[in-house]
């Protein structure tokens, strides 16, 4: 049998085409992040974003436990499959402070399985506000959610991605700007600040 003959039979199946683009995992605690999310990734026509709601509502620690078996259980099928498209190259936990516990706990343990958070200072309204407003100061979650109302009388928890498109680059710069401004204060993650640019800016993007 000629060399030529025996390469072309060793050379098996080509390797799976890899998109450029990054696959995101968004793991979030409750519908209205996964419809706002949703409404982004539609916008920015970025198909390669899969938002989860985690199936167990509790503290932060364990939404990050459920996206770590999510990656986990990712990696194990592209290597079983040989196919590096179905893992994941960024997987987010999006999660309020609100009164949670074990917040500093969750984001160590994100942080030792290279998954990145993304935490609103009261609560994921901060971020909606954003997008009619400047930074509020300091509130409780109940004040921002009425805060939010008089611009968005028909809120109840439930997400237009269009209501809030046009206050989207308002929204990333006011982010920015407190997140900043809390580093340098030494108080990350302070009320109220939200991290939530840093993952729409990425679906934007990417």
């Known amino acids: 049998m000629s060399n030529a003959r025996s390469r072309q039979r060793t050379r098996g199946r080509p390797a799976p085409f890899r998109d450029p683009k990054k696959t995101i995992l968004t793991v979030c605690e409750g519908e209205t992040e996964k419809e706002y999310f949703l409404g982004c990734e539609k916008a920015y026509r970025n198909s390669r974003v899969t938002i989860k709601v985690a199936p167990e509502h509790g503290v932060p620690k364990t939404l990050v436990g459920i996206a770590k078996q999510y990656k986990e259980e990712a990696k194990a099928k592209a290597a079983q499959e040989k196919d590096d498209n179905l893992a994941y ?25 290279g998954i990145d958070v993304a935490i609103s200072n009261p609560c994921f309204e901060l971020w ?11 509130q409780s979650h109940t004040k921002v959610q009425k805060m939010l ?18 206050g989207y680059p308002q929204a990333v710069i006011q982010a920015s700007r407190m997140d900043q401004s809390a580093e340098e204060a030494r108080e990350p993650n302070r009320n109220p600040t939200t991290g939530v640019y840093k993952l729409t800016e990425l679906i934007r993007t990417k």
């Open 89 to 113: 190259d960024s997987v987010w936990c999006v999660f309020d402070i609100d009164e949670h516990p074990h917040v500093g706990e969750a984001k160590e343990m994100a942080r030792d399985n």
């Open 128 to 138: 909606l506000l954003l997008h009619f407003r400047e930074c509020p100061g300091m």
């Open 149 to 166: 109302t008089a611009h968005v009388p028909e809120y109840d928890k439930h997400v237009e991605y269009a209501t809030y498109a046009a």
